[in-house]
């Protein structure tokens, strides 16, 4: 099933999400709110990292289409 989040581009997802973190650390979020926030966060969260994996596999796929036989791995800062 898809979502609204998921419909969202890698910009405004991180932009949501940079939002919703900047609200839940005021400090003036009742509780119930701050539990729905932070599940919403982790979904934007999720969107972004699919986004950036997504991104990732088409730098490899168009690496290897210009070297030809020859593949490079793409390094992210999470393998690091």
Known sequence: METKESKLSFEAALTQLEATVETMESGD???A???AK???GTKLLKVCESRLKDAELKIEQLKK???GVSF???ETTAES
């Open 33 to 35: 709110d701050l539990l």
């Open 29 to 31: 979020v009742p509780l």
């Open 65 to 67: 289409q210009k070297d």
């Open 38 to 40: 932070f599940e919403h």
């Open 72 to 74: 490079t791995k793409f």
